[in-house]
């Protein structure tokens, strides 16, 4: 179903979806190719929207930090807002301190994409195309982008990144949707059970940039390989944690980079029995414990969003990796197809 979500000030007319199959229903918008809404059963059979957002379009155009939407073109931070590629150094938007985040001020997440539905083999879906400009935000290169969301007779959610250029550049997509399996503004994610498989994550600066060192997480909060709460953790005095004011960092997957999208991580809440797994061909994921949420905004429920209220599991290659020769490299070439898939399936116990 498509239905006029909003306009824009200059007059472009901003759409939602609808999409329902095997017990999951997506509600997608062509601003930003958001994730408005994201409802999955409990384990009573309840249904809940269990994404983090606004239920008007003033409000992701005003004050989003990214709610639901497509990150490009490079997910996460590039240190300085700057990175030399074949001798040619590139300046980007700066928008986070010193640094560029998620593709700078007008990234992908704010630009209204094509959106065509279909319904084949795979499931139910929309395919979501845009084409960036030679000089966007400071990047190189037009790139040609195709987003498919798809909701397979399974109920799960598949993302698949397709992306093509004409001139050297890099390229690192992701979704930013915050995840509350007890239902948004359900209260905070402290009690939610996260487990990654990952050994290594890449510490940070006080601007959150990798110091380019893999650090190991035995002994230290940021392990979840066995499984634990999200709180169990995250008040210890830990000088990540400290700077972070929580997690946000990215975790190494062992699975590291493969050709099809292979499981790294189980969130489950307690409450609910809601379970999401998730799998992807990435080789990190950024994961963020919604810090900086503050209680300035409030969702359709009617309730705030305070520090912790959602959380964020960002499949990406690594933070600064254009400045990171030892990251797995984010180049595209033209002639080359850049392609990224995750999945999150759902079930409730």
Known sequence: MKELFGTLDDGTKVYRWTLENGGTRLKVLSYGGIVQ????????????NV?????????????????????????????????????????????????????????????????????????????????????????PGTLRVTVTYTLTA????????????????????????YYNLAG???????????????SRYTP????????????????TPFDFRRGKTIGEDIRTAHPQLVLAKGYDHNWV????????????A???????GRTMTIATTEPGVQFYSGNFLDGTLAGPSG???????????????FPDSPNRPAFPSTVLRPGATYRSATVHGFSAR
């Open 37 to 48: 809404s994201l409802e999955i059963p409990d384990r009573r059979g309840r249904y809940a």
């Open 303 to 317: 309730r705030t969003y305070r520090q912790g209220d959602g959380l964020c599991l960002e499949t990406q290659h």
């Open 204 to 219: 940070t600066d006080a601007t959150l940039i990798p110091t380019g060192e893999l650090a190991r997480v035995a002994g």
């Open 184 to 198: 948004e503004g359900g209260g905070d994610v402290l009690g939610h059970e996260l487990r990654l498989d990952a």
């Open 154 to 177: 399974r109920g799960d959610w598949r993302v698949d990144y397709a992306a093509t250029t004409d001139r050297p550049t890099v390229v690192n997509l992701t979704n930013h949707t």
């Open 51 to 139: 994404s983090l957002g606004f239920d008007d379009l003033g409000s992701y155009v005003a004050s989003s930090p990214f709610f639901g939407a497509l990150i490009g073109r490079y997910g996460n931070r590039i240190a300085g807002g700057r990175f030399t590629l074949d001798g040619t150094e590139y300046r980007l938007s700066v928008n986070d301190g010193p640094n560029s985040l998620h593709g700078g001020a007008e990234g992908f997440d704010k630009r209204v994409w094509d959106v065509e539905p279909f319904t084949g083999r795979t499931g139910v879906g929309l395919v979501l195309r845009y084409v960036s400009a030679d000089g966007e935000m400071g990047y």
């Open 253 to 264: 997957l062992d699975k590291g980079l493969t050709a099809r999208p292979q499981p790294f």
């Open 266 to 272: 189980t969130l489950r809440d307690p409450s609910s």
